[in-house]
């Protein structure tokens, strides 16, 4: 007994020593980074850091007059906000057919769906470009939302569809045999029951819009459409070299509803991650 | 109470027969039927052929041509002779295997160790919501943490060089291998949670039966994780780290804001060769054919590993 106890604690301890290491590892970089966006600009970058600066508000300043902060956040909401509307749109049909209904080449759609999610940004960038330009869509928040829409809609798909598996037959069973048609079966008992799954991809879905670089790198050419990711390059630009603590500021800025939208949906975090594959 | 049931048929009944009339048109004729899952797909698979098919074709087409600003010469396959004997081309090639070999093995082999650790702790929850906030940053951000931790701010050199491992600074953009070394860092960073999350909520999910049993026949648990949760999650490891694998190849952000490819293109990635052609040096041709290339890979890595990941990952 006393063996057992011991041997025990002497795991826990490892335990712990690990765990907490790595939790440090993911700390300490954002508390750091954090004291950049309070601390002035001459405490940035020294010939020797310095980890306890004096506490100053300038890159909130900075921000508030020299920056469309303000506009950058609502273009980064309204790209990512009507690309998630877009992604349902067309993804809950879509999932419900690949879930629901045995019809030829089913397998071969859902992988052509799933498979969109491993083209390299950079592979569509070029002509994506040159489809936007000649669209006259460049420099436009629409052409975000576009983009950020077909990226995550393969994504989008499979996590609904693999909820919309979990649900028993009998339910829609028993409202067939009332009459119901099969639009209204999807509308009343599947949606609703599947709305777990719809919340999460949306919020996945969010979450790697308001991430997206390349594209919006790309698209964007002036602040008409710079959205929080690409914002931050912007910081590096012109004579002032890298404007450090406002980059910081922005960083947790963007960073504190995603925090909040991922703690929302922990329960069903894995299983969007990977697209339904994995049910935890 | 034998007199309801009649009644309620007949209203039944009653009730049924104005609706009548709209039934046949609710009632699909057979080819509808049969049409009606096509329907409801139609719409996203045209949406993600638009952005998928078409540039594929378009830059198929364009690679065939060496365009200067606004003029296209027709080239034939020239683009593809010249980048096939283009050293950067493969450099950038074997740079992506090697920084996302090295980051995925990292990040599997730490996952899969933390994971191990906190899946059975009771600040399970708490541990989760610390592992996973490196993640929710934008990635911009976390390369621009990285990029001052290392190069800006010195401040990684200024730690080791307190803990006595190193003297000075460090230039971690001179050599080949620190600077790679930096751009894993950063990507260990960020992604490591992605796998850790996916691994907990494997082993959890594992049937805690077989491990009691295991528990009573005196097995330790680095033992039972090796021997039983291990092979069990095994489908799982390989979607979430397929997965991960194919984020790591389209690496851009990082090797855009920290290094740009230096020194002398080492870290230069696919996705960052095909931008800096493209955008940089307005080679349109030439990124449409290095682009083409790539989709090429793409497709047959999409045809064999991941199509077997995902059905081995269903069962």
Known sequence: MASARKSRGESLLLRYLVLGTWALVCLLPILWFLSIGFRPRTEVITPQPIFWPTFSLDAWHLLMSDWPIAMYLRNSVIAVAG?????????????????????????????????????????????????????????????????????????????????????????????????????????????????????????????????????????????????????????????????????????????????????????????????????? | MPTDAPSVLAKGVAQAAPIRPTQPRRRRSPALRKAFPYLLVAPAVAYLLVITLYPGLFAIYQSLFVVKFLTWTWAGADNYTTILQDREFWAALGNTAIIGGISLCLQTAIALTLAYFAYRDPLIRGWRIVYLMPMLFMPSA???????????????????????????????????????????????????????IIFVAALQGQDQEIEEAARLDGASWPKIFWNISLPMMRPVIVVAVTLRGIDITTMFTNVFVMTQGTPGGATETMSYFIYRQGFRMFNFGYASAASVLMLILTIIIAQTVVKRAFHSGKS
Not at chain 1, 203 to 210: E, L, S
């Open chain 2, 142 to 196: 976390v390369a621009f943490i990285w990029k001052l931790a290392f190069n800006d701010g010195r401040v990684i050199s200024d730690l080791l060089g307190r803990l006595g491992l190193i003297e000075g600074n460090v230039d971690w953009l001179g050599s080949i291998w620190l600077s790679r070394m930096t751009l894993i860092v950063a990507d260990v960073w960020q992604w490591t949670p992605f796998l850790f």
């Open chain 1, 83 to 280: 690309s998630v509307v877009i992604d349902l749109i067309l993804a809950i049909p879509a999932a419900y057919a690949l879930a629901r209904y045995d019809f030829k080449g089913r397998e071969d759609i859902g992988f052509y769906i799933l498979s969109t999610r491993m083209m390299a940004p950079a592979i569509v960038a070029v002509p994506i470009f040159f489809l936007f330009k000649t669209l006259g869509l460049l420099d436009s928040v629409w052409a975000l939302m576009l983009i950020y829409a077909a990226i995550n809609l393969s994504l989008v798909t499979w996590i609904i569809r693999s909820y919309m598996l979990d649900i028993p037959k009998e339910l829609e069973d028993a409202a067939r045999t009332d009459g119901a048609s099969d639009l209204r079966i999807l509308w009343e008992i599947i949606i609703p029951a599947c709305l777990p799954g719809i919340i999460t991809a949306a919020v996945i879905a969010a979450i790697f819009a308001i991430n997206e670089f390349l594209f919006t790198l790309l698209i964007a050419s002036t602040a008409n459409a710079y959205t929080m990711s690409v914002a931050l390059a912007n910081f590096t630009g012109g004579s002032d070299g890298i404007i450090y603590n406002a980059i910081a500021l922005v960083s947790f800025i963007a960073f504190v509803p995603i925090l909040i939208l991922v703690i929302l949906i922990q329960k069903h975090l894995s299983r969007g991650l990977t697209m339904g594959a994995v049910k935890g």
